[in-house]
């Protein structure tokens, strides 16, 4: 998909096998989201099989299988979910319904693999938590603007290597480019989507945990707007989000749906990561009036200024792990406690929020 278009892209890496052919099947369920494109080109170039698919609308249905000719198409859900070869089910679904669809996968054996935001309440929260304690079976969430963007990817290595120190504070940007034309119905409805701060701030809060080392934090303060579509008065376009970790590290972030027309790319991610020896900037999606292609990697430390191009260059461990961790039962990839951490600090962030009229 054309980087231009956030709500399908998709990336794409080099296939590295985790695992043996046919070792670790899944299936698509719920396709209203075009990031399950990425889900699914993670997991089968990590060696995983897609064997079936399944969603109400043939449409999606259809371009689904034109990505992923081999797909066999499920006449329903059930179909799907009573197969015992599937070993996980990875579902893009209207975010409210996200834990609907992970429960009755989990119940029927199977992990299970969800778009972004991992839930919309508290309560759909500490249900998830029970069905995993009652099931053993994985609730892992696509974080993908951290696991499915290289610089992010080496940015976190350079983290853990010490290069900058202690890390004491992140800066997180996620502008949006709205493309109100195609979006669906539910895009607008605050009850669904979860609002902004929870929807595509998950991302922000995820990377906060990841890059300063935290499995707790708090939120200080938050704000969410609709500034300038009055049209869609459930829509959040605009929100921002003050955090401290349990380590004492603080973070800001800042979503909106105000990507100009103008960028060539569906937004100017930005990550700053502020260390006791240095920073690092990221640049993800472009570096902007400069180069169309993404994931540079700025490093000031006590050796000097640091550009890197990552592009091609490290890949996304992540789904290799995340098939590993399934055929293992092991927590390489992501903790089950930090993927809903990340989920609890974006839906409290979203419901403490003050509501700027303007």
């Not at 699914?40 to 060696?47: D, I, M, S």
């Not at 098939?323 to 039962?329: F, I, K, P, T």
Request: aromatic residues 10%.
């Amino acid at each position: 998909m054309a980087s231009a278009d956030g709500m399908n892209y998709a990336p794409k890496g080099r296939p590295v096998a985790a695992c043996e052919e046919g070792e670790f099947v899944f299936a698509a369920i719920g396709l209203d989201h075009g990031h399950i494109y990425g889900m699914c080109n993670g997991l089968t170039e990590a060696g995983g099989q897609l064997k079936s698919v399944y969603d109400p609308d043939p449409a999606k249905v259809a371009s689904l299988a034109e990505r992923f000719p081999e797909v066999e198409v499920a006449a329903s859900e059930a179909q799907v979910l009573d197969d015992p070869d599937v070993q996980m089910i990875a579902g893009a679904t209207v975010p409210s319904d996200h834990l609907g669809l992970g429960s009755r996968a989990m119940l029927a054996g199977k992990d299970y693999f969800t778009d972004k935001p991992a839930l919309t309440t508290l309560e759909q929260l500490a249900e998830a938590r029970r069905l995993v304690q009652q099931t053993g079976k994985k609730y892992a969430v696509y974080y993908s603007e951290r696991v499915h963007v290289e610089s992010a990817v080496f940015a976190g290595q350079l983290v853990h290597d010490g290069a900058i120190g202690r890390v004491l504070q992140v800066l997180g940007m996620g502008p949006h480019r709205a493309n109100q034309g195609p979006r669906p119905a539910w895009f607008y409805q605050r009850e669904r989507y979860g609002g902004i701060l929870c929807d595509i701030g998950s991302h922000q809060a995820e990377q906060f945990l990841y890059f300063t080392g935290n499995t707790d934090a708090r939120v200080l303060s938050s704000r969410v707007a609709n500034y300038a579509h009055k049209d869609h008065p459930g829509l959040d376009d605009f929100g921002d989000c003050s955090l401290v970790g349990a380590n004492g590290a603080s973070g800001y972030f800042r979503v909106d749906w105000f990507t100009p027309e103008g960028l060539s790319a569906w937004g100017d991610g930005r990550i700053f990561i502020l260390g006791t020896e240095g920073y690092i900037e990221l640049r993800k999606y472009l570096d902007v009036a400069r180069e169309n292609e993404g994931d540079h990697v700025y490093l000031v430390d006590g050796h000097g200024e640091h550009h890197l191009a990552v592009h091609g260059k490290v890949g996304y461990p992540y789904f290799g792990e995340l098939v590993r961790d399934c055929l293992e039962r092991t927590e390489r990839a992501m903790t089950q406690a930090h993927a809903f951490k990340a989920a609890e600090l974006c839906i409290v962030a979203q419901q403490q929020a003050e509501r700027v009229e303007a």
